[in-house]
Structure formats: C-alpha cells, structure tokens
C-alpha cells in the first residue's frame, strides 16, 4: 500500500518570496509517478506537476519545481515568486507503476499542505 | 482546454434518496475515475472505470454506489440509498491512458449535500 505524508497544515509565504511544501511517500512499488495538485477555496483540483520515480532530472513546470530525492522518499514542492492566487490547499499525490493489463490506476493523496500568500 | 465537466455543483438531498451525479470526461480520455473528499479530509478514490466496466474500487465503494457510462460522453455515479455519511465533495476525473506520466485531469466537484 503506498502513503503521502504532507507534515505541514498551513504555511505562510510573503508575496514574491519562494516556498517549499514537503511530502515524503512510502512505497513498496520500484515504480510510480509523483502528482502535486491544487486546490483553491473553490474548490476544484489543478494539477500542478509529475515527477516519475524513474525521471533522472527533477521536474519543472513554470514557477513550479518539484524537489526529488528518491533515496529520502521526499518529492517536495517548490514554488517561486509566490503571488496572491498561489494561496490554497496543495496536495501531494502519488500512483504505483503496477497494476494488471488495462487496468486504471488510484491516486493516493496526502492530508494536504493550506497556503497563504501574505500582500 | 478541454476540461472534466461535473453537475450538478450542489446537491441536496434527503437521507435514504438516491442521487445520481454527472460527469462528462475530457472527449478523448480513455479512463475515468471518482473519488470523494468529505469536508476538511484528504481526498479519497472511489473507483475506475475502462472499457465500460470497472477496473479498481475501494472499499468505500460499496452495494450502494454504481457507476455507468450511459452513452459516448457521460459517465455517472449512483448512490442508491443516501445516508448522513455520504455528505463529501466527489470528484469525478478523466485520463487518456494509463501511464505513468498521464496525469488525471478533474472536475470541479460535486458537493453532495445529505440532510
């Protein structure tokens, strides 16, 4: 069975300053994908940015980075340049490489990480 | 961008009421999934669905829920008979296959309301 651990309910960020969300992972599969996802206070989920646990170079997306080290199980979120619209609940995400033929593929999510932007 | 289309976005409903709740996948999007976040909690997967049957479920996913592709676009999900529990935001999300790398797309949610 896999795990998301996200040890941070809220951080706070000052407007253009970068912030770092963590999430460790606990998995006995050799393969599996990494998702971060975000979810404003209306509710929908965006995703954000995959890192494979094959990839050999950490994943970037805009001002989204994904931070890997695949010996400590962390893939941790970076986020540059905070604005005021970055402010919702991040969550971490993840999927295991197996399954049988044809089957689909259950995100395991963490508890989530609420971010506030400060002006 | 094509986006995962969820309706209604606001659903009450009377306690031992069935309730059906809609999705529309993203056109070329080959899997298709629920999953549900009851206020204040981590979001939950309820089950898969390709090729017009199931591919996975949780345990959550009981007698009481189904799900049913009716036609090419729409992919539902049934609660037969509601009870005060069921009370969660459900998510309904598409991807267009099942590798790794594919990330699964959602809706904006159903907020299922049971009184």
């Known amino acids: 069975a896999q795990k998301i651990t996200q040890t941070q309910p809220g951080m706070f960020v000052q407007e253009k300053e970068a912030v770092t969300l963590d999430c460790t992972y606990d998995t006995s599969d050799p393969s599996y994908g990494l998702f971060w996802y975000k979810q404003p206070s209306s509710g929908e989920m965006i995703f954000l940015i995959y890192q494979g646990s094959y990839d050999q170079q950490n994943a970037t997306e805009g001002r989204y980075s994904l931070n890997f080290q695949k010996a400590r199980k962390s893939a941790n979120l970076v986020i540059s340049a905070s604005q005021l619209g970055d402010s919702a609940m991040y969550f971490c995400a993840m999927i295991p490489q197996r399954g049988s033929s044809g089957s689909a593929r259950q995100l395991t999510f963490g508890s989530g990480t609420q971010l506030t932007v400060l002006p | 961008e094509p986006e995962v289309t969820q309706t209604p976005s606001h659903q009450v409903t009377q306690m031992g009421q069935e309730v059906i709740l809609r999705c529309v996948p993203i056109s070329n999007h080959l899997y298709f999934y629920w999953y549900r976040q009851i206020l204040g909690q981590k979001v939950e997967f309820l089950v898969s669905f390709y090729n017009n049957e199931i591919s996975e479920k949780s345990e959550i996913f009981d007698d009481q829920f189904s799900v049913e592709r009716p036609d090419g676009s729409n992919f539902t999900l049934k609660i037969r008979s509601t009870k005060l529990e069921d009370s969660a935001m459900y998510f309904c999300?598409?991807?267009?296959?099942?590798?790794?790398?594919?990330?699964?797309?959602f809706g904006d949610g159903t907020r299922l309301s049971i009184l």
């Open positions: 999300a598409s991807s267009v296959d099942r590798g790794l790398g594919q990330p699964q797309h």
